[in-house]
């Protein structure tokens, strides 16, 4: 049994060779791909651990995994570490837990171990546990997103908890963009904590202005626009209680596609607030990710048409700042990490087909590697 973390870049040509071999498909997945050479491997070299180091040797992209079998546990990082991947043990010392985020962990009752290196295979058994570097580490290139939005703010990353990053972002883009206003609201659930360091740097106070439907789940990840509609009605409600007759900053982490920010600030109007300034913990979304996040073509990103000031006017806010890579790069501990949706230097390169048309407008081959994440400390 496989579980994972992983968006592969190369799986066409890949599959292509395994059908090629007689290797049967049953879906178009790529944790299918990766299985499937696994599997392919192990049964040439006659051991799973070969059959992995070889696997890790030919894909491309970012994955965490980890791999079960009849009397042991394998799990393995890509080599630039872009997926984060966690090693744990148990309180009474009875076994091993492997899992993305730490918060994982505290469910279970595991304290945190190490993080598992990019490039490393752990095998878990009766026997212990071993370690090997099964293909060499890359500059490094922790996804920035993490610290930004996807992680849960009660985990700990690169050795700092989510939360106290993101309430530093907020401080960060209150002297990066201050704002002239009577409350500040945080868009949840990624955007309270920075809203909360907006508040505390620059002395507006801090209000829960939006409730959230906690069965709704993330709306720009919906396949059509229709649904990413429907989904922030149902996901945001604002309080006129704490809105009407106010000027409102609003903290969220990121504008993708505009949508959320667009309705939302109609919304916020709608419920009464006379001004209402839009403030974003991260730079302006640029560049389509190909590493596992949905924004596949850069015609969906709205700050790739658009500059800041239209995008103000789109939205329909007062006005609107997002945090400066530099200020970002500031507030998350120090190390190597992948800015590519925000800076167009992608870690890992990407299919020639991906800089054709609307995927990357952009985009040329050097763009790439040349500039690689290493340039992010």
Known sequence: ALAHNVTLVNTSHLRVELIERGIEFRSTTDSEVAAKLIGYFTQESHHMREGIRRTMELIEGAYAMVLITRDCLYAFRDPNGIRPLVLGRLADDSGYVVASETCALDIVGARYVRDIDPGEVIRISDDGIASEQAVPPRVRANCIFEHVYFARPDSIMDGATVYQSRVWMGRRLAQEAPAQADICIGVPDSGIPGAIGYSRESGIPYSEGIVKNRYVGRTFIQPTQELRN??????LNPMPSSIEGRRV???????????????????????????????????????????????????????????????????????????????????????????????????VEIPAVFSQGKFLAGYTPNNLTKASANSHR
């Open 230 to 235: 429907m989904g922030i009605r149902l996901k």
């Open 249 to 347: 900053v609003v903290i969220d982490d990121s504008i993708v596609r505009g949508n959320t920010s667009r309705q939302l600030v109609q919304m916020l109007r709608d419920a009464g607030a006379v001004e209402v300034h839009m403030r974003i913990v991260s730079p302006e979304v640029k560049w389509p990710c190909f590493y596992g996040i949905d924004t596949d073509t850069q015609d969906q990103l709205i700050s790739a048409r658009k500059t800041p000031e239209e995008v103000c006017e789109w939205i329909g806010a007062d006005s609107l700042a997002f945090l400066s890579v530099e200020g970002l790069l500031s507030c998350v501990p120090e190390g190597g990490y992948c800015c590519s949706c925000f800076d167009g230097a992608y870690p």
